[in-house]
T-cell receptor
Framework: NAGVTQTPKFQVLKTGQSMTLQCAQD?????MSWYRQDPGMGLRLIHY???????DQGEVPNGYNVSRSTTEDFPLRLLSAAPSQTSVYFCATQREGQWEQYFGPGTRLTVT | GENVEQHPSTLSVQEGDSAVIKCTYSDSASNYFPWYKQELGKRPQLIIDIRSNVGEKKDQRIAVTLNKTAKHFSLHITETQPEDSAVYFC?????????????FGTGTRLQVTL
């Protein structure tokens, strides 16, 4: 039982490149979310999903796309990376009917 | 949208002393108030949470109090230990039976000195 996993752990991109951050969970949690954490700041919600095929925007969605084709996976796509997207990205899961969210180990992304 | 303010930004206490971190929020409809602990380079970990129908909740050395009228809530850590050193984040959400969309405070760096 791995819980929530995120890959890669670290990534360096050049401005304009695209990439996908992976998030997978084996807890059968219905809800999944993506947050970013910038230095000296709390986490901010990017996108979230309440089930396969259902996604919605959070506080800072611009420059990111998501999809949820399965319960287990919730990838985050950067379409054209910008230095402002340098951050640590955390995926979180939540069981339906419960309020607690649990975070994955994070991906540290640097855009040069 | 929701606005969460957290104070202080840094807090240094001696081992064995108590630590208190405070948060205020803006949306009176918010009903879920978790606290997360984050060690350097690690993920945020949920340490305690409270719902709006409860004024106080305690778990061993950690307690959270909520004042809905004043729209503020606090984390209390008693008998602090070196392993309590970390960054603590408060968060707020309006939970309507679906995914919790958390709004976080900016964090408090707690240092427990020997």
């Amino acid at each position: 039982n791995a819980g929530v996993t995120q890959t890669p752990k670290f990534q360096v991109l050049k401005t304009g490149q695209s990439m996908t951050l992976q998030c997978a969970q084996d807890m059968n949690h219905e809800y999944m979310s993506w947050y970013r954490q910038d230095p000296g700041m709390g986490l901010r919600l990017i996108h979230y999903s309440v089930g396969a095929g259902i996604t919605d925007q959070g506080e800072v969605p611009n420059g990111y796309n998501v999809s949820r084709s399965t319960t287990e996976d919730f990838p985050l796509r950067l379409l054209s990376a910008a230095p402002s997207q340098t951050s640590v990205y955390f995926c979180a899961t939540q069981r339906e009917g419960q309020w607690e969210q649990y975070f994955g180990p994070g991906t540290r992304l640097t855009v040069t | 949208g929701e606005n969460v303010e957290q104070h202080p930004s840094t807090l240094s206490v001696q081992e064995g002393d108590s630590a208190v971190i405070k948060c205020t929020y803006s949306d009176s409809a918010s009903n879920y108030f978790p606290w997360y602990k984050q060690e350097l380079g690690k993920r945020p970990q949920l340490i305690i949470d409270i719902r709006s129908n409860v004024g106080e909740k305690k778990d061993q050395r950690i307690a959270v109090t909520l004042n809905k009228t004043a729209k503020h809530f606090s984390l209390h850590i008693t008998e602090t230990q070196p392993e309590d050193s970390a960054v603590y984040f408060c968060a707020v959400a309006l939970n309507t039976g679906t995914a919790s969309k958390l709004t976080f405070g900016t964090g408090t760096r707690l240092q427990v000195t020997l």
